[in-house]
C-alpha cells in the first residue's frame, strides 16, 4: 500500500501552492508551519515575505486565505497578529487520514520509505573477550539496537557490526595458561550456560593473571605467545578462539537478557582486520597522510595540542611496530566503505572516545576513505549514573555488572506485576514473563527517553513507576486498550469520518497522525529520545481522551463507540510499532 501523507504535509502543499498563486513575485515561499495551541496549526512564513515583498502582512495573509481551496481539509482559517494565519482542519480530514492509516496492510500504519535511503554500517555492543559486561556496556547496546530497528523500519539497508575487543598482550597471558592447565576452561554447568562461563573465564583471568605477576618465567613464555598469536602460530591460534567461543555463550545470555539479538557474522572484532594493518598503514605513510615521528608511525592535526602547547598526534603505528587501536579503526573503516559498500559510518560509542574517533575520521578523510558522499558519525552517549549523581557503582566502589543490574531491575518489575496480577487474572507464567518485560522495558527506556549525549541517574524505583514518563505507563496504556477492546462484545473498531469530534478525540488524532514525521526526524538524527517522548505524549493523549470520552458507554450511539474503539485500536497499533523500534515488548494484559 502506498504511504499515507501526514494531515500537516497535505496542508503545508496547499499553503505553499496558495503562496506560489497569491504571490506569484515572492517565488517558492515555506509557510512555517507548525503546530498551535490557538488552532490546530499555525503558518508564520507570511512575516518574512511581506517584508521581502514591502507589503501589509495582513493584507497579504487575506491574498492567500482566498487562494486556499474550499471544503475538504481546512475548516477554519483566520488571519491573527502581523499576517499568522491559524488553521483549524475538518474533522472528516483526521478520520479519513487516520483510516487510511489503519487500512496500511503492510501494517506500518501509511509511514514512507525513505526515497533517499542508502547503507549504514553500525557499529554499537562492544563486549570485550574474557572479561565481563558492566554498566558501561548497556548505553551502546540499548541505543544502537534501537537505532538500527528504527533505520530498517524507515527503508535503510543496516549492516550490524561489533567490535568486540578479541585481540592483545593479554591473550598471550590466558593462552599460555591454558596451554599448562588444558582443563581449565572446562566448567560443569554445560557450553550453554552464560553464568558458568564467565565464571570459568574469571577464574582463569585471575589465576593466570597472578602467575604472570609471581613468575618471571611465565611471564616470559607469556609474551613469547603473544608473538605467536600475532604471527599466526596454528596451535595458539586454537586455544585464542576457544576463548572467544566461550565469551560469545556468555555475551550471548547477556543479550537475551537484554532481549536483543546479537548474530554470531554481526561479531567481527579487533582481530576480523589483523590481515589489513600493514597495508593501511603502508597506505598512510605514502600518500603522505601519515609521517614518521620517533620511530613512530602518526597523524598530525593543527587542533589537536596538549598542555604543553605540541601537537598530540593520532599513532597508527608503534615504535616497537606494534599498531594501535587507530590502525585497527581506520582498516575498519576501509573495510566498511570499499566492501560493504556503506554511506554511512556510525559508531555508538562513549562520549569519553570523542577525540579518537574525530582524529581517526579527519585521517580516513585525508586519505579518501571518508568524502563528501561517505560519512562516519559518532554517535556519542553519556555515562550511567546513580541516584547520587555519580558514575554508578557497588557499595564497594567497584562496577556494576550488567546481569546483576538487568536481574534487579526484572525482580522489582515482577514485584510490580505480581502487585497487580489479581485484578487481571495473570497466571504465574504471565507474571513472570511480564516482569522480564516490564523491567528490561523499564532500563532501556531510561535510557532511551534521555538524549544519548546526556547522563543519566540509574533509578530502578523511577524506572518501574506505573505513573510518569516510564515504559510502565505506556505498556499499561496499550494493555489498558487491549482490555477495552476485549470488553467490546460485537461492536468492532470502524472510522466515521461523519462525526463530530470531541476536543480529547482531536487531539489524539493529531498526535497519531505525526507518527510517520517524527520517525523521519528520529532516524535523520539518530534520536531514539525524541520517537520515546512522542509515545509518552500518545499515552497522555490516551489518558485525557479516557477521562472525557467514554468508549463503551450504553449513552453512545452505535457509530460513537466504533469511531472511538477505532481510535484506541490504532492508538495500540502505534503504540506497539513505537515501542518495538525502541527494543520495548507490550504485554497484551498488565
Known amino acids: 500500500m502506498a504511504s499515507v501523507p501526514s494531515l500537516a504535509s497535505t496542508l503545508q502543499q496547499q499553503l505553499a501552492d ?5 504571490l506569484p513575485d515572492a517565488g517558492a515561499a515555506d509557510p512555517l508551519l507548525r503546530r498551535s495551541d490557538r488552532a490546530d496549526f499555525q503558518a508564520n512564513g507570511i512575516l518574512a515575505l511581506a517584508k521581502k515583498l514591502k507589503g501589509n502582512p495582513r ?30 482542519l475538518t474533522d472528516r480530514a483526521i478520520v479519513e487520514t487516520l483510516a487510511a492509516r489503519a487500512a496500511d496492510d503492510e501494517g506500518r500504519l501509511g509511514v514512507p520509505l525513505n526515497d533517499a535511503a542508502g547503507t549504514t554500517v553500525i557499529d554499537y555492543a562492544q563486549p570485550n573477550v574474557a572479561k565481563e559486561m558492566h554498566v558501561g556496556h548497556l548505553r ?20 550490524r557490526r561489533h567490535h568486540i575487543g578479541d585481540w592483545g598482550t593479554q591473550f598471550g597471558m590466558l593462552i599460555q595458561y591454558l596451554i599448562e592447565h588444558p582443563d581449565a576452561l572446562k566448567h560443569e554447568s554445560g557450553a550453554d550456560d552464560g553464568e558458568a562461563a564467565m565464571s570459568t573465564l574469571n ?15 611465565f611471564k616470559a613464555r607469556s609474551r613469547d605467545r603473544v608473538v605467536a598469536l600475532q604471527a599466526g602460530d596454528p596451535e595458539t591460534l586454537e586455544l585464542w578462539h576457544r576463548f572467544v567461543d566461550e565469551s560469545k555463550i556468555y555475551f550471548h545470555s547477556v543479550f537475551d537478557k537484554l532481549d536483543m539479538e546479537i548474530r554470531d557474522p554481526d561479531i567481527v572484532g579487533e582481530s576480523g582486520y589483523n590481515d589489513m594493518l600493514e597495508e593501511t598503514c603502508r597506505i598512510l605513510e605514502e600518500t603522505g597522510v601519515a609521517v614518521r615521528s620517533e ?39 576501509r573495510n566498511r566503505v570499499q566492501d560493504l559498500k556503506a554511506d554511512t559510518l556510525l559508531y555508538v560509542v562513549d562520549a569519553r572516545q570523542s577525540l579518537h574517533f574525530r582524529m581517526v575520521f579527519e585521517t580516513a578523510r585525508r586519505a ?21 549523581g555519580k558514575p554508578f557503582k557497588t557499595r564497594e566502589g567497584e562496577t556494576v555488572r550488567l546481569e546483576d543490574l538487568l536481574d534487579e531491575a526484572v525482580q522489582r518489575a515482577t514485584a510490580v506485576v505480581r502487585d497487580k496480577a489479581d485484578k487481571v487474572g495473570l ?32 533509578d530502578l524505583d523511577q524506572m518501574v513507576a506505573l505513573h510518569g514518563d516510564t515504559s510502565v505507563y505506556l505498556q499499561y496504556a496499550y494493555a489498558r486498550i487491549q482490555s477495552i477492546l476485549r470488553k467490546a462484545g460485537d461492536a468492532v473498531p470502524a472510522a466515521h469520518p461523519e462525526l463530530e469530534l470531541a476536543p480529547a478525540e482531536r487531539a489524539l488524532g493529531l498526535h497519531l497522525d505525526q507518527f510517520g514525521e517524527v520517525l523521519a526526524e528520529v532516524a535523520a538524527g539518530y534520536e531514539p529520545h525524541k520517537l520515546a517522548a512522542y509515545l509518552y505524549q500518545l499515552a497522555s493523549h490516551l489518558t485525557t481522551f479516557y477521562d472525557q470520552c467514554q468508549v463503551l458507554s450504553a449513552d453512545n450511539a452505535p457509530e460513537v463507540v466504533e469511531n472511538r474503539l477505532f481510535l484506541v485500536e490504532l492508538t495500540a497499533r502505534t503504540l506497539h510499532q513505537g515501542m518495538a523500534l525502541l527494543g520495548i515488548r507490550t504485554p497484551e494484559r498488565l
Do not use: H, M
Open 368 to 388: 579518501g576513505w571518508l568524502s563528501d558522499d561517505v560519512k562516519a558519525v559518532q554517535l556519542a552517549f553519556g555515562t550511567v549514573l546513580g541516584k547520587d
Open 295 to 333: 620511530g613512530a608511525l602518526c597523524v598530525f592535526f593543527d587542533d589537536v595540542k596538549g598542555p604543553d602547547g605540541n601537537k598530540v598526534p593520532l599513532i597508527v603505528k608503534k615504535t616497537n611496530g606494534g599498531y594501535g587501536y587507530a590502525a585497527t579503526d581506520l582498516s575498519a573503516v
Open 59 to 88: 493584507e497579504l495573509a487575506a491574498q492567500v486565505t482566498e487562494a486556499l481551496p474550499a471544503g475538504g481539509l481546512i475548516k477554519d482559517i483566520e488571519v491573527s497578529g502581523p499576517g499568522f494565519l491559524n488553521v483549524t
Open 203 to 217: 577464574r582463569v583471568y585471575k589465576e593466570s593473571r597472578a602467575l604472570f605477576d609471581s613468575d618471571e618465567e
Open 140 to 159: 551502546s547496546a540499548v541505543i544502537g539496537d534501537a537505532v538500527v530497528k528504527i533505520l530498517e523500519f524507515t527503508g535503510e539497508t543496516v549492516v
Open 427 to 458: 497466571s504465574e507464567e504471565e507474571i513472570v514473563e511480564n516482569g522480564r518485560y516490564v523491567g528490561i522495558g523499564a532500563v532501556k527506556y531510561a535510557d532511551l527517553s534521555t538524549s544519548a549525549v546526556r547522563d543519566y541517574k540509574f
Open 18 to 22: 496558495a503562496l506560489t498563486a497569491a
